[in-house]
C-alpha cells in the first residue's frame, strides 16, 4: 500500500497512470510476440502490400510519364501508403468491435458505478494497444520502403507536426470507433457500420491512393471529410511537408474531434440511460 | 448369449504438447527447436460391451473418458491398438459407422440455435439419408415419447434447458442407433431436468435394447443408472465390474444437508452421522449400506420443516483412492 | 465418388445453406442492414478506382472495364464461397477449439459438412454487387453470361481450396488462425488492383503462394476473351488444389487432438 502512494507522489498522478498504461502495453507486446507465425505473417501482409504499391504506382508514373504528380514522387507516394496502412492497422482489435461486445454482454452498464471514466478508459487502452504495434509496423514497413523506393528525407519538422496530426487522428479515429460501437444499445448488428467506415476510410483515408493524386474538385471534398484528417493528413505531412496545409488539417480535424466527442458523449448517456429503463 | 459390439484391445492414445516459452526470444527459439511433452491419455486399455449393456465410464477429469469415446466414434485416430465397433474399425470406416450410432455430448448443442427443432430433424433426415416414411414413424414416436409435440415449432432459443435437452436427444435418435455414447448428459442440469433425462436413458436401454456407453463425473447417474461401471483414472482401467460392487465396496457414504425453518434438536436416524451444524442446518453423512437416502428424506420430511436439501455424493477422487488401497492389500 | 454422391451432396449444400438463411431471417432488420451495407462498402470500393482512373487511364493496357470485371468476378466467387461453404473460414479456430468433433459424428464428410455448415449473410450483398456490375459492364451475350457463371463457380472452388490449405496448417502448427486469415487478406489484396501491374519476383508470389492469379488475372482474361488452353491450365491448377487440399485436410485429421486438452492441468 505505501509502495503505492510513493509511486504516485513520486511522480504524480499523470505520471503514475502514464506508467499503467505502459505496463499495459508491454503485455500487449508480449502477448503478441509470443505468436511468432502469427508476427511474422502480419509483417508479410505489410510487406505485401508495399511491394504492390511501388510497382503499382511506379507502372503508372511511367505511363504518364511524369515524375511528380500533386507534389508527390512515386517514393513519396509508397512511403506515404505505408503510413497510413501502418497508422491504421495498428488499432487493431477493431475498437467499434469491443465496444460493441461491452455494449451487448452489459459490462459497459456495470462501469457506470467504477472510479473510473468508461470513455478515458477505453481511449487509453486504445492508444496502450496500437503504440507497439505502430513500432514493428513502422519499423517493417520503412525497411520495405528503403528497400523498394528508398529513403525520402524528412526534417524533424515534418516528424514533429506529423505525430502532432496522427495523435489528433488517434482521437478521431477513436471517438468514430466510440459510436459505432455505441450504436449496439440500438442496433442488432453493427458490423455493417464498420464496413462503411472502414471503407470510407479506404477511399477517402489515403489507403490505396493519396488523397493528392485525385482530382482537384474531389480532393478539397476529401480534406473536408474526417477520413482523410486520421491517418492521410500525418502521412501526407511527414513525406512533404507545408505549414500551411499542417494549419488546414489540425483545423479540421479539431472541428471534427469536437463534433464527434460531443456525438459519442451524447450517445454513451443515453445508451446508459436506455439500459436502465430496458434492464430494469 | 449376447453378441459383442464394442470391443477395445491395447488401446493407446498419446498427446504431444508444445511445450512454449514466454517472451519474444523463448518465442523464437521453441519455433525453432520446439520441445514436446508426452502425455499419455489413455494407455492399454482393453475391455468389450455386450448389446444392450448400459455402461458407466467414470473417472476424473482428465481421465481419458472423452478420449476413449472419441476414439471409438472415430473423432480421434488412436495412438496404437485395436477397435471394433459394431463391426467397424472407427478410424478407418468413421462415416459407416456414424449411420448406426448416435452422440450426445452434454455441452456442445446440434440443434439450429434460431429454429425450430423440427427444422433441424428434417435435415438431419436428409444427412442420414432416411427414407420419409420411416423418418414420419420414427419422429411421430419419438414425439410421442418425449412429449415435444408443443415444443417442435418454436425456436430453440425459446425453450428452456431441460426442453432442449429432450429436443437434443430426439434428434440423435432419428436414426436409430444401435450404440448411443453419451459424454456428461447432464451436466448443468437441475435436479428435474437430470431425473427427466436418467428416465429416458432407462427406457432407450431398456425398451428398446439400445446399448449405451455413458460418461459422467455424476455418481448419481451411475447409481441410478448403470448394471456395469468402467472407473478409468490416468489413462488406465483400475475397475471394471457391477456397479452393485463398486457402490458396495467404495461407495459407502452420502453427505446430506438438512435447512430448517426451526433448529433440529433430536436428530436421530440410524446410519446417519451428524458431521456438522449450523443453527439452522445440519450436515449428516449417511452409511448407505445401512439406510437408504430416500428413508433418510422421508425422515427428515416427517420430523423438521425443511426449507432445503442438498445431497453430495462421494468425491469421485474417495472412491478411486477406495480403489487403489484394495488393490494394493 | 459416384455421380449420384456428388448430386446428394450437393443437394444437402443447398439445404443446409437454406436453413442458415432462413435462421438469419429471423432478424429480418440486421439481415437487411448486412445485405445493404455490404452493397454500399462494395460500391466504396469501385469509387476508388473510378478515381485512380480518372489520373492514370490505362494501366498497360488495363482500364477501368477491366477493373470493373475483375470486381464482378471477385465478388462473385467470394460471394459463393461464403454463402455455401462460410464454414472453411474458421476451420482452423474449429480445430483448435476442438469443435470439429460435432461434424465427425455424423456419417457425411466432415470436411464438407463443417464448410457448409455456415453462410455469411452480407456475402449476399457481395453477389447482389457482382452481378450488377457484371450486367453493367459492357456487352453481354449468352455466352458470355453461362461464360461468367462456369468461371465465376471454378475460380470460387480454387478460392475454397486455397482457404482450406491455409487453414488446416493449424494441424500441423497449432495456432495458425490469425496467420491464415492474414493469407485470406494478401489473396484478397491482391484481386483489388489493376493485375497489369504486377512484375518479376512479386508475380511469381501471385503465382504461387498467393493464388490470385488463378483467382482474378486468369479468369479475367478467360471472360473477356476465352481460350481453351488458358481454360483448361484454370481447370488443372483446380484440380491440383484440390488434391493438395484434401490430402493436407485429410493427413491433418489425423493428428486431430480433439478438445481433450483443455482439461489437462500443467
Redesign the interface.
Same mark, same amino acid.
Given at each position: 500500500m505505501s509502495e503505492v502512494k510513493t509511486l504516485q507522489n513520486g511522480s504524480g498522478l499523470f505520471g503514475y497512470k502514464f506508467l499503467k498504461y505502459f505496463e499495459i502495453a508491454k503485455v500487449n507486446y508480449?502477448n503478441s510476440?509470443?505468436?511468432?507465425?502469427n508476427l511474422i505473417s502480419r509483417s508479410a501482409i505489410v510487406v505485401i502490400r508495399i511491394w504492390i504499391f511501388t510497382q503499382l504506382y511506379k507502372v503508372s508514373y511511367s505511363i504518364s510519364g511524369v515524375s511528380e504528380i500533386g507534389g508527390l514522387t512515386v517514393a513519396m507516394v509508397v512511403w506515404s501508403l505505408m503510413m497510413t496502412q501502418s497508422f491504421q492497422t495498428a488499432t487493431r482489435p477493431q475498437l467499434s468491435k469491443l465496444i460493441d461486445e461491452e455494449v451487448k454482454s452489459g459490462t459497459l452498464a456495470y462501469s457506470v458505478n467504477r472510479p473510473y471514466s468508461y470513455i478515458l478508459f477505453h481511449f487509453s487502452g486504445f492508444i496502450g494497444r496500437s503504440i507497439p504495434n505502430l513500432f514493428i509496423n513502422l519499423f517493417i514497413g520503412s525497411l520495405a520502403a528503403i528497400v523498394l523506393v528508398g529513403p525520402i528525407g524528412f526534417g524533424w519538422k515534418a516528424l514533429v507536426f506529423g505525430a502532432v496530426l496522427l495523435l489528433f487522428g488517434y482521437i478521431l479515429d477513436f471517438f468514430v470507433s466510440l459510436i459505432i460501437g455505441l450504436t449496439a444499445f440500438w442496433v442488432e448488428d453493427t458490423s455493417a457500420f464498420t464496413w462503411i467506415y472502414s471503407k470510407g476510410q479506404l477511399v477517402f483515408g489515403g489507403l490505396i491512393l493519396p488523397i493528392a493524386l485525385f482530382p482537384d474538385y474531389l480532393q478539397k471534398i476529401a480534406e473536408l471529410l474526417p477520413f482523410s484528417q486520421m491517418y492521410y493528413g500525418a502521412a501526407r505531412l511527414i513525406v512533404h511537408f507545408d505549414l500551411s496545409l499542417f494549419l488546414q488539417y489540425f483545423a479540421t480535424q479539431l472541428i471534427w474531434i469536437l463534433f464527434f466527442g460531443v456525438v459519442a458523449y451524447y450517445l454513451f448517456n443515453k445508451g446508459i440511460k436506455h439500459v436502465s429503463v430496458n434492464g430494469g | 448369449m449376447n453378441k459383442t459390439v464394442i470391443e477395445v484391445k491395447n488401446l493407446n492414445k498419446e498427446?504431444q504438447?508444445?511445450q512454449?516459452s =514466454?517472451?519474444?526470444i523463448g518465442?523464437?527459439s521453441s =519455433?525453432f527447436s520446439p520441445k514436446y511433452?508426452h502425455?499419455k =491419455?489413455v494407455d492399454d486399455i482393453s475391455f468389450t460391451v455386450e448389446e444392450g449393456e448400459l455402461l458407466a465410464f467414470i473417472g476424473p477429469?482428465?481421465a481419458g473418458k472423452?478420449?476413449t469415446i472419441?476414439m471409438l &466414434?472415430?473423432?480421434?485416430?488412436p495412438t496404437s491398438g485395436k477397435m471394433k465397433v459394431l463391426g467397424f474399425n472407427p478410424s478407418e470406416d468413421? /462415416?459407416?459407422? =456414424?449411420?448406426h450410432i448416435g452422440?450426445v455430448?452434454g455441452q456442445?448443442p /446440434?440443434l439450429?440455435?434460431?429454429?425450430p427443432p423440427i427444422? &433441424?430433424y428434417n435435415?438431419f433426415a436428409?444427412?442420414?439419408?432416411l427414407k420419409p416414411k420411416d423418418y414420419k414413424e420414427r419422429l411421430d414416436f419419438l414425439v410421442e415419447q418425449f412429449e415435444i409435440q408443443d415444443l417442435l415449432k418454436t425456436?430453440v432459443r425459446k425453450l428452456s434447458l431441460g426442453q432442449r435437452m429432450r429436443c437434443e436427444i430426439v434428434a440423435s435418435l432419428l436414426h436409430k442407433p444401435k450404440i448411443i455414447f453419451l459424454d456428461e448428459p447432464t451436466i448443468g442440469l437441475d435436479v428435474v431436468a437430470k431425473q427427466h433425462i436418467r428416465e429416458v436413458i432407462k427406457y432407450l436401454n431398456e425398451k428398446e435394447k439400445v446399448t449405451i456407453f455413458l460418461t459422467s463425473h455424476d455418481a448419481g447417474d451411475i447409481e441410478t443408472l448403470a448394471k456395469r461401471t468402467v472407473v478409468i483414472n490416468y489413462g488406465k482401467i483400475i475397475f471394471d465390474d457391477t456397479t452393485e460392487k463398486l457402490k458396495k465396496n467404495f461407495i459407502k457414504s452420502k453427505v446430506i444437508e438438512l435447512v430448517t425453518e426451526e433448529p433440529i434438536k433430536n436428530f436421530d436416524f440410524e446410519g446417519g452421522k451428524i458431521i456438522s451444524r449450523t443453527k439452522y442446518s445440519l450436515k449428516v453423512e449417511l452409511d448407505t449400506a445401512k439406510n437408504s437416502i430416500d428413508k433418510l428424506l422421508t425422515y427428515a420430511m416427517d420430523n423438521f420443516a425443511i426449507k432445503d436439501i442438498n445431497i453430495f455424493d462421494t468425491p469421485m477422487e474417495e472412491i478411486i483412492a477406495g480403489i487403489y488401497r484394495e488393490q494394493k492389500v | 465418388m459416384s455421380l449420384s454422391t456428388v448430386a446428394?451432396y450437393i %443437394? #444437402?449444400t443447398w439445404? *443446409?445453406t437454406k %436453413?442458415s438463411i #432462413? %435462421?438469419?431471417m +429471423?432478424y429480418r432488420v440486421s439481415f437487411l442492414v448486412q445485405v445493404f451495407g455490404m452493397l454500399v462498402n462494395d460500391i466504396a470500393l469501385v469509387a476508388i478506382w473510378l478515381i485512380f482512373f480518372q489520373k492514370f487511364p490505362s494501366i498497360n493496357g488495363w482500364q477501368f472495364q477491366d477493373t470493373a470485371m475483375l470486381f464482378a468476378l471477385t465478388t462473385v466467387n467470394f460471394a459463393i464461397v461464403m454463402i455455401f461453404a462460410r464454414g472453411a473460414f474458421e476451420f482452423s479456430k474449429t480445430i483448435a477449439r476442438g +469443435? #470439429?468433433?460435432?461434424y465427425? %459424428?455424423?456419417?457425411? $464428410?466432415v470436411l464438407w459438412h463443417a464448410s457448409v455448415s455456415k453462410t455469411d449473410i452480407s456475402a449476399i450483398g457481395d453477389l447482389l454487387f457482382g452481378l450488377i456490375i457484371f450486367f453493367f459492364s459492357g456487352d453481354i451475350s449468352l455466352e458470355k453470361i453461362g461464360l461468367f457463371a462456369v468461371i465465376g463457380v471454378l475460380t470460387a472452388l480454387i478460392f475454397l481450396n486455397f482457404i482450406i490449405i491455409t487453414q488446416s496448417i493449424t494441424f500441423y502448427v497449432?495456432n495458425f488462425e490469425e496467420a491464415a486469415e492474414q493469407m485470406f487478406h494478401a489473396l484478397l489484396g491482391f484481386t483489388l488492383y489493376p493485375q497489369t501491374a504486377f512484375y518479376g519476383a512479386l508475380k511469381i508470389i501471385m503465382l504461387t503462394i498467393i493464388p490470385a492469379f488463378f483467382i482474378a488475372t486468369l479468369p479475367v482474361q478467360l471472360i473477356q476473351k476465352f481460350n481453351l488452353e488458358f481454360f483448361l491450365i484454370l481447370l488443372g491448377f483446380w484440380i491440383l488444389t484440390t488434391i493438395i487440399a484434401t490430402i493436407i485436410f485429410r493427413r491433418g485429421?489425423?493428428?486431430?487432438?480433439?478438445?481433450? #486438452?483443455i $482439461?489437462?492441468? *500443467?
Amino acid at each position: 500500500m505505501s509502495e503505492v502512494k510513493t509511486l504516485q507522489n513520486g511522480s504524480g498522478l499523470f505520471g503514475y497512470k502514464f506508467l499503467k498504461y505502459f505496463e499495459i502495453a508491454k503485455v500487449n507486446y508480449f502477448n503478441s510476440s509470443a505468436y511468432l507465425v502469427n508476427l511474422i505473417s502480419r509483417s508479410a501482409i505489410v510487406v505485401i502490400r508495399i511491394w504492390i504499391f511501388t510497382q503499382l504506382y511506379k507502372v503508372s508514373y511511367s505511363i504518364s510519364g511524369v515524375s511528380e504528380i500533386g507534389g508527390l514522387t512515386v517514393a513519396m507516394v509508397v512511403w506515404s501508403l505505408m503510413m497510413t496502412q501502418s497508422f491504421q492497422t495498428a488499432t487493431r482489435p477493431q475498437l467499434s468491435k469491443l465496444i460493441d461486445e461491452e455494449v451487448k454482454s452489459g459490462t459497459l452498464a456495470y462501469s457506470v458505478n467504477r472510479p473510473y471514466s468508461y470513455i478515458l478508459f477505453h481511449f487509453s487502452g486504445f492508444i496502450g494497444r496500437s503504440i507497439p504495434n505502430l513500432f514493428i509496423n513502422l519499423f517493417i514497413g520503412s525497411l520495405a520502403a528503403i528497400v523498394l523506393v528508398g529513403p525520402i528525407g524528412f526534417g524533424w519538422k515534418a516528424l514533429v507536426f506529423g505525430a502532432v496530426l496522427l495523435l489528433f487522428g488517434y482521437i478521431l479515429d477513436f471517438f468514430v470507433s466510440l459510436i459505432i460501437g455505441l450504436t449496439a444499445f440500438w442496433v442488432e448488428d453493427t458490423s455493417a457500420f464498420t464496413w462503411i467506415y472502414s471503407k470510407g476510410q479506404l477511399v477517402f483515408g489515403g489507403l490505396i491512393l493519396p488523397i493528392a493524386l485525385f482530382p482537384d474538385y474531389l480532393q478539397k471534398i476529401a480534406e473536408l471529410l474526417p477520413f482523410s484528417q486520421m491517418y492521410y493528413g500525418a502521412a501526407r505531412l511527414i513525406v512533404h511537408f507545408d505549414l500551411s496545409l499542417f494549419l488546414q488539417y489540425f483545423a479540421t480535424q479539431l472541428i471534427w474531434i469536437l463534433f464527434f466527442g460531443v456525438v459519442a458523449y451524447y450517445l454513451f448517456n443515453k445508451g446508459i440511460k436506455h439500459v436502465s429503463v430496458n434492464g430494469g | 448369449m449376447n453378441k459383442t459390439v464394442i470391443e477395445v484391445k491395447n488401446l493407446n492414445k498419446e498427446f504431444q504438447i508444445k511445450q512454449k516459452s =514466454a517472451g519474444f526470444i523463448g518465442g523464437l527459439s521453441s =519455433a525453432f527447436s520446439p520441445k514436446y511433452k508426452h502425455i499419455k =491419455a489413455v494407455d492399454d486399455i482393453s475391455f468389450t460391451v455386450e448389446e444392450g449393456e448400459l455402461l458407466a465410464f467414470i473417472g476424473p477429469n482428465g481421465a481419458g473418458k472423452s478420449t476413449t469415446i472419441k476414439m471409438l &466414434t472415430g473423432i480421434l485416430f488412436p495412438t496404437s491398438g485395436k477397435m471394433k465397433v459394431l463391426g467397424f474399425n472407427p478410424s478407418e470406416d468413421r /462415416q459407416k459407422l =456414424a449411420y448406426h450410432i448416435g452422440s450426445v455430448f452434454g455441452q456442445k448443442p /446440434q440443434l439450429w440455435y434460431h429454429l425450430p427443432p423440427i427444422d &433441424t430433424y428434417n435435415l438431419f433426415a436428409r444427412i442420414y439419408e432416411l427414407k420419409p416414411k420411416d423418418y414420419k414413424e420414427r419422429l411421430d414416436f419419438l414425439v410421442e415419447q418425449f412429449e415435444i409435440q408443443d415444443l417442435l415449432k418454436t425456436p430453440v432459443r425459446k425453450l428452456s434447458l431441460g426442453q432442449r435437452m429432450r429436443c437434443e436427444i430426439v434428434a440423435s435418435l432419428l436414426h436409430k442407433p444401435k450404440i448411443i455414447f453419451l459424454d456428461e448428459p447432464t451436466i448443468g442440469l437441475d435436479v428435474v431436468a437430470k431425473q427427466h433425462i436418467r428416465e429416458v436413458i432407462k427406457y432407450l436401454n431398456e425398451k428398446e435394447k439400445v446399448t449405451i456407453f455413458l460418461t459422467s463425473h455424476d455418481a448419481g447417474d451411475i447409481e441410478t443408472l448403470a448394471k456395469r461401471t468402467v472407473v478409468i483414472n490416468y489413462g488406465k482401467i483400475i475397475f471394471d465390474d457391477t456397479t452393485e460392487k463398486l457402490k458396495k465396496n467404495f461407495i459407502k457414504s452420502k453427505v446430506i444437508e438438512l435447512v430448517t425453518e426451526e433448529p433440529i434438536k433430536n436428530f436421530d436416524f440410524e446410519g446417519g452421522k451428524i458431521i456438522s451444524r449450523t443453527k439452522y442446518s445440519l450436515k449428516v453423512e449417511l452409511d448407505t449400506a445401512k439406510n437408504s437416502i430416500d428413508k433418510l428424506l422421508t425422515y427428515a420430511m416427517d420430523n423438521f420443516a425443511i426449507k432445503d436439501i442438498n445431497i453430495f455424493d462421494t468425491p469421485m477422487e474417495e472412491i478411486i483412492a477406495g480403489i487403489y488401497r484394495e488393490q494394493k492389500v | 465418388m459416384s455421380l449420384s454422391t456428388v448430386a446428394k451432396y450437393i %443437394s #444437402l449444400t443447398w439445404e *443446409m445453406t437454406k %436453413s442458415s438463411i #432462413l %435462421s438469419a431471417m +429471423e432478424y429480418r432488420v440486421s439481415f437487411l442492414v448486412q445485405v445493404f451495407g455490404m452493397l454500399v462498402n462494395d460500391i466504396a470500393l469501385v469509387a476508388i478506382w473510378l478515381i485512380f482512373f480518372q489520373k492514370f487511364p490505362s494501366i498497360n493496357g488495363w482500364q477501368f472495364q477491366d477493373t470493373a470485371m475483375l470486381f464482378a468476378l471477385t465478388t462473385v466467387n467470394f460471394a459463393i464461397v461464403m454463402i455455401f461453404a462460410r464454414g472453411a473460414f474458421e476451420f482452423s479456430k474449429t480445430i483448435a477449439r476442438g +469443435e #470439429l468433433d460435432y461434424y465427425l %459424428s455424423f456419417p457425411k $464428410n466432415v470436411l464438407w459438412h463443417a464448410s457448409v455448415s455456415k453462410t455469411d449473410i452480407s456475402a449476399i450483398g457481395d453477389l447482389l454487387f457482382g452481378l450488377i456490375i457484371f450486367f453493367f459492364s459492357g456487352d453481354i451475350s449468352l455466352e458470355k453470361i453461362g461464360l461468367f457463371a462456369v468461371i465465376g463457380v471454378l475460380t470460387a472452388l480454387i478460392f475454397l481450396n486455397f482457404i482450406i490449405i491455409t487453414q488446416s496448417i493449424t494441424f500441423y502448427v497449432g495456432n495458425f488462425e490469425e496467420a491464415a486469415e492474414q493469407m485470406f487478406h494478401a489473396l484478397l489484396g491482391f484481386t483489388l488492383y489493376p493485375q497489369t501491374a504486377f512484375y518479376g519476383a512479386l508475380k511469381i508470389i501471385m503465382l504461387t503462394i498467393i493464388p490470385a492469379f488463378f483467382i482474378a488475372t486468369l479468369p479475367v482474361q478467360l471472360i473477356q476473351k476465352f481460350n481453351l488452353e488458358f481454360f483448361l491450365i484454370l481447370l488443372g491448377f483446380w484440380i491440383l488444389t484440390t488434391i493438395i487440399a484434401t490430402i493436407i485436410f485429410r493427413r491433418g485429421l489425423r493428428r486431430y487432438e480433439s478438445g481433450n #486438452l483443455i $482439461n489437462v492441468k *500443467m
